[in-house]
């Protein structure tokens, strides 16, 4: 086997890595997007590969992870392999990422479509074969459909964890390390972090919640749509009574998907009951509304770079408060708020005088959980992505008797 690491290494975004055999394939092809008005096309996409193609295998529909998919198909076909939550949520991502990049997007409607029509439907625990290499999908715990890919060649085998969460949360039951392999590629994301316990961050958003309530004011909720949404819903609906719940932006067609994939998530039915107790925003009229009763409002995006997230800040009542419970990347509106407590709007800056809170409430696992997993998968090599400190990381595993890597994009691994 061989690895060519071609995005995400040492970094967050554009994972993407082709694994030789005698086949090839593609790990995952995402991108960073980019809005139209900001930043250029550099460093947003994986290095380029202009060789044949076997295969294409996407762990989950975070565009980091499937972004780029419908690139793919303006050359010659491929197909690509994924669950069917991860093929439906990509689609709406897709064509909302078009959207955003408008001319500088690397690819065009068409494409998107031949994307779907070039998608293979793979389930978890089902064994694809492409020549002699085998292949087999996980749950990764992450978001609805999200996978962990196992590759075995002539008795040796490749784990490639994608984005995991080896804690249950109340959407995903969590993802069980491998057992048996080889080498194994370990996203790294919170290496150096712990998340608090899930028990203490719940309290906290909910009494800050009725704290702002009881002031007359809203709590907006920016959140990611696919994932983040759907737990805050649940949390919401089982720990909070008596209060108004909104849901707006991208977040509710990506509801409806999970509603439609119940086997894919932990308990359904509660699911269910945290849908209809909340109230999708489907116009205006609805919008203003949502604004004029103490209330919280769930909506994209996450890291306030525009969708109705954006434009409810101008009309919250100057009680409210704003939690963010993701990742804001650094010169975003999310991460601006929390730490000079202004905005840009159409290039204005835009002083906030509502507070802005973060609760981490991430999909991904903790420090512990990914040490947790690479001792249960006791792999002959390591090989870390996904991460900003991923060298750092991967010295403290040698230390620990690992055979730890943290390759850079471009760099080629041999694997034995
Ligand atoms: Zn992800
Ligand atoms: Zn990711």
Known sequence: MKLHCLGSGREVGRSCFLLETDQRVLLDYGLKIF???????????PIPYQGNLDGVFISHAHLDH?????????????????TPPTMQISSI?????????EDKAPYKKVHIARAEAHWTQMLYGQQLSLGDTDYKLYDAGHILGSSMLKATHKGKSLFYSGDFNSKDTRMHKGAVPPE???????E???????????????????SLIEETVDEGGTVLLPAFAVGRSQELLSILNARLRGIPVYLDGMSKAVTNLYLDNPQYISDPQDFAKSCDSAMFVENTQMRREATQEPG????TAG??????????LMGLHPNSRIIFSGYNVEGTNGWRLLNEGKVFIDKNELEVSIPATYLDLSAHAGRSELL????????QKVILNHGDKTQAFAQEIREMGFDAIAPANGDSIELP
């Open 372 to 379: 947790d997993f690479l001792k249960k998968a006791n792999p």
């Open 303 to 312: 890291m306030m770079e525009g969708g109705p997230a954006l434009s409810y």
């Open 35 to 45: 809005s139209k008005g900001g930043e250029s096309k550099t460093n947003t996409l």
């Open 66 to 82: 499937s972004g780029l998919v419908p690139e793919l198909y303006t050359r010659p076909f491929v197909h690509w392999f994924g």
């Open 180 to 186: 048996g392999i080889d080498y194994l590629i370990l």
């Open 188 to 206: 790294s994301t919170y290496s150096d972090r712990e998340h608090p316990p899930r028990e203490e961050t719940e309290r906290t958003l909910i």
């Open 93 to 101: 991502l897709w064509n909302d990422s078009l959207k955003i990049m």
């Open 296 to 299: 919280v409002i769930v909506s």
